[in-house]
Structures are given as C-alpha cells and as structure tokens.
C-alpha cells in the first residue's frame, strides 16, 4: 500500500481505536495534512514549500503529539527525523512515527524512544504532557482561544502557552520577544483572554483579573483596544485628561489601558496611579518593554515599582542587547522567542534587502541663529547620530531622510521599512 492508503486503512482506523476524535473523546481532535508554515517568499509571487504534519493530536485545546505517516512497505522510523523537526517547531512533546503496522514513539523532552503497540489515548497523553501544572495553570492552558478572524498562527499559540503557563505558574516577571509584525498584540490579547476566561488572579480566589495594558504611544493603545474589543464594556481607557476632569480614577472594567504618561500624570506627590491600590492589577502587560522601561530611571519603573504585586509581562521585538540589557536583567530570559529569521523562513514575514543610505550630516552644534522649536539644547555639546531622535530631532534632517527613503521604493509593491540611518561628514 503507498502513504495514502496505509493512513486510509492502517492508521485512521488505529487512531480511532486508541479514543482520538470528537465521535470518540469529547474534545480531542485529529488534524489531517496540518499546514503550519506559509513556507518562504522567494519573489515574483513564488513561495517555498510549506511545512505540514500528517497528523496533529488535540486535546483539550491543547497539540498534544504528531503523527508521521510512511507507506507500509517503509522502516517504521523512517519519518522519525522529520517528525522531530517538526515538534521541535511546534513545541509538541510526543511525536510517533508509523508504517501502519509498528508504531515508534519519541520523546523530546527526555530524548528516548520504543517502539509500543498502540497511540497513547487522549487524557493519558494529557497527563503526560502536563503532569507538572497546578489547578490554575490547567484552567488557563486549557480554555479555548478567542476566534476573532483566524486561529492563532504555530508559534503564537507557543508564546501564548508558555506565557500563559508561567503566569499562571506564579511567575512574577515573564518576558515574550517576537520580531516585528509577529502579532504581538494579539498574542496578548490571547492571553489576557485565557487568564479572564479561567477566573485567574494573584489572590488564588474565583475573581476575573485585572489587567493593565501599558505603552508609550496613544497609537498602540488604540490598536491594542481594537484586538481587545471582545472584552466588551470591561474594556476600560485610562486617559489622563478625563482624570483630571472627573476626578477621579475609572474602576469600572476589567481591561485597562494607558500610556504611562496618564499613569503619571497629576501631581508629583501623588500621580494618578497612585489612587490605585498597589494590589488592584493582577497583571501588567508592558508593550514595547524595551523602551527605556525597565532601568531604575526609566519611565514605567514608578509604575511597575507601585503595582509590584502583579505580575509584570513585557513584549519586545528586540533580542538582547548592550542597549537594551537592563529589560533582560529586570524580566528575566524570554519564555519564548521568535526571531526575525525565522519568520523569514516561515514566509510570514518578508525578506528584506539593506540599502546603505550616506549623508553628509552625522553631528550637530548649536548655531545662535538656529530656531529651538521646543525644550533645551546644550549649546557647548556636540551632537552626535547616537543623539539624533533621542536627544535632538532635527526636522529638515529629517524631512531629508524621508525624501530619500521614498525615492527607493517602488509604489507598486507591498512593502515594510525598518530604517537605520548612518551618516557621514563631507
């Protein structure tokens, strides 16, 4: 019998016998041909091969194992390799290859295999799988997701798993790094999602958590608010002018967001975020951690110092760094990481190409007739590229850059632009 006959008349029916399908396990799953990758952009359209499993075991909203399928007349470890990649991707424990008649199962986490007689059935490969998690982390992992428009993709439903775990595992600071257009934000959004739907908080009780949703920019509260949206009416803004307005701090929700500007605003001895009690946040999502958040100066540091009983989760798009050391220090190693490369890979995101952009303009002193539209400049410093949009923006410099920018792309195609701009004197 070749591949498809043997999964027809072997396996199929094998897996059934072993209590995998809905019509034989509520809540267990067997995912046919399951496509996990977009499989890399190689231009003109084309795309490279995908990646997809032969057999993907659920149970429990939870992928459980795969199960890599040869013709019958093949070794019944002859997928074995493959197989093993594709755990590895996926974070799937358990994987089994077959020929339709002998059956070898693998191990990643211990790295042993042995050939057994039958698939393990669903609750006893949950058991194996989780045999580690307490009460809450099994409510939490095992709520389903929120559909909005699509599943999560493979490795978001792996940030969100181990996120979800560590949270719930009383892990007080949790940091995810996934590059840039990996869905950040609806990673979060599952999240919160999962810990609100299982009735988790810091007190252990059945009270639905509270949880702060903190950024720099009002743009990515925005965005974060319309992922959010099936939050409903718990979705609460925190808006620093309406504070001071009413008067007061809004208690009425579930889901809160801000930037941290509206957190510290008010007084100096006593900022809004003061009127929250210290315990009031059970969780404290940080997007953009990276940015200057985490070092005993930086600007959220009084807000994460206040709210220290929650636990703090920081989103980032950038691996560890000298610049950015001090997010690493104060969260701790990712959980779970998700590299630009790799989603290159995946065709998920797009290759790039480096353009090297030269100008003439890579350091600044102040000229009496210069105009200073806005706050102070040290008129004895020399200002140098490290400075240019952190400690000076220049406008026309920057005007320039855009220009310049513009003029190499092609209007007709889709594209995204990380820029970094290196100058040089003439």
């Known amino acids: 019998m070749n591949e498809a006959t043997t999964r027809r008349e072997l396996i199929d029916p094998k897996l059934t016998q072993c209590g995998w399908g809905q019509n034989v396990t509520t809540g267990s799953l067997v995912l046919s041909e399951y496509v996990f990758t977009d499989g890399r952009l190689i231009g ?3 795309r490279g091969k995908t990646k997809k499993a032969d057999y993907v075991l659920v149970y429990k909203n939870q992928k459980l194992a795969i199960v890599e399928a040869k013709a019958e007349d093949k070794e019944i470890t ?14 799937i424990r358990y994987v089994y290859s077959t020929n339709g008649h002998g059956i070898y199962c693998f191990d990643m986490k211990t790295g042993r295999g042995e050939e057994v007689s039958g698939y393990n059935s669903p609750d006893d490969l949950f058991v194996m799988t989780y045999s580690d998690v307490n009460d809450a982390q099994y409510r939490a992992l ?4 929120e559909i909005i428009k699509h599943r999560p993709r493979y490795y978001q439903e792996n940030a969100i798993n181990a996120a ?8 007080n600071r949790v940091l995810l790094t996934l590059a840039t257009g990996t869905g950040k934000t609806t990673i979060a959004f599952q ?3 999962k810990l609100y739907q299982a009735r988790w908080n810091k007190r252990g009780d059945e009270r639905r958590p509270r949880i702060l949703f903190l950024a720099d920019r009002n743009i990515l509260v925005e965005q974060a608010m319309g992922d959010f949206e099936p939050f409903g009416d718990m979705a609460v803004r925190i808006n620093g002018e309406a504070v001071r307005k009413k008067g007061k701090i809004p208690t009425n929700g579930s889901m809160f967001f801000s930037i941290y500007q509206a957190m510290t605003g008010g007084s100096v001895d006593n900022p809004y975020f003061r009127d929250y009690p210290s315990d009031y946040f059970d969780l404290i999502i940080i997007d953009e951690c990276h940015r200057g958040g985490a070092s005993n100066e930086g ?24 610049d950015n050391i001090d997010t690493y220090k104060y969260f701790g190693n990712p959980v779970y990481t998700y590299s630009l490369r790799q989603g290159i890979e995946d065709g998920f995101l797009t290759p790039f190409k480096v353009k090297r952009i030269t ?3 890579d350091r600044y002193v102040f000229n009496p007739q210069d105009f200073v539209e806005s706050g102070e400049v040290d008129e004895a410093r020399e200002y140098t590229l490290s400075d240019f949009n952190k400690a000076i923006y220049l406008p026309e410099r920057e ?10 792309i092609n209007p007709n195609q889709k594209q995204s632009c990380f820029v970094m701009m290196k100058s040089t004197l003439r």
């Open 191 to 193: 999240i919160a999602w």
């Open 44 to 46: 003109s359209g084309q």
């Open 164 to 171: 979800v775990k560590a949270i719930s595992g009383n892990e």
């Open 399 to 408: 005007e320039r850059m855009a220009e310049i920018l513009l003029e190499q």
């Open 142 to 145: 095992t709520e389903p997701y």
């Open 299 to 322: 600007n959220w540091r009084a807000v994460l110092d206040h709210f220290n009983g929650a636990t703090h989760l920081g989103l980032t798009a950038t691996p560890k760094r000298d």
């Open 78 to 91: 002859d997928g074995l390799e493959q197989v093993k990649d594709y755990a590895a991707t996926l974070g």
């Open 359 to 361: 100008t003439t303009m």
